[in-house]
């Protein structure tokens, strides 16, 4: 798989600005989840409507100067839908979606997907108000969204979890506490 930089020196971010993994735009997304406060066992993710068709998606956003993949999914998971918490450094893997890029050119994105463990809700982040923000059961999420590689992932969310409940993690605890309702 070959990376290649597409890049302008004229200062300003343009869609030729974009990092490519084999003729795909890259962008880094994040899952975020957290324990139900309905259920100590239950485990629920996080959807956002994207902006332009209402469709149900996760928080995903362009890559960042000087940032890894981690960090670009934590702050786009703020910036989109007001949750702060624990970021998985390692990727839980990548989709492939249509992009449409403000001018209306149609382009294919890679989405490198990263899992986030919510330890809270903000009241004001950057684009509220322009989305809605929704939590799903993980096989409810799966059908909520198109991208089939996404539906994968989300099946992967429980046996993530599974792995952070054998290694000691405690829920519910003043270390990671129960993430607040969404409005």
């Known amino acids: 798989m070959g990376y290649t930089r597409n890049s302008s020196h004229s200062g300003k971010k343009k869609s030729s600005d974009r990092l490519t993994i084999a003729d795909h735009a890259v962008q880094y997304g994040a899952i975020c989840l957290r324990f139900s406060p309905a259920s100590e066992r ?3 993710v ?3 409507t994207s902006r332009d068709t209402a469709r149900w998606v996760i928080p995903k956003g362009w890559g960042m100067a000087k940032k890894r993949s981690f960090e670009i999914a934590k702050q786009e998971a703020w910036e989109e839908a007001g949750v702060k918490g624990r970021v998985w450094k ?3 893997g ?3 979606y249509e992009k449409v890029l403000d001018g209306g050119d149609v382009v294919p994105a890679r989405v490198l997907v990263h899992l ?7 009241k004001e982040f950057p684009e509220k108000g322009q989305r809605t923000l929704r939590w799903f ?11 089939p590689d996404l539906k994968n992932l989300f099946e992967k969310v429980p046996d993530e979890v599974a792995k952070l409940l054998r290694r000691g ?3 519910g605890t003043s270390k990671l506490p129960f993430a ?4």
């Open 180 to 183: 607040q309702s969404v409005p």
């Open 169 to 171: 993690f405690k829920h």
């Open 90 to 92: 390692k990727s839980l």
């Open 116 to 122: 986030i463990l919510v330890s809270r809700t903000e």
């Open 46 to 48: 996080l959807l956002i």
């Open 94 to 96: 990548s989709y492939e």
């Open 137 to 147: 059961a993980p096989a409810e999420a799966a059908g909520a969204v198109d991208e």
């Open 42 to 44: 239950a485990v629920e």
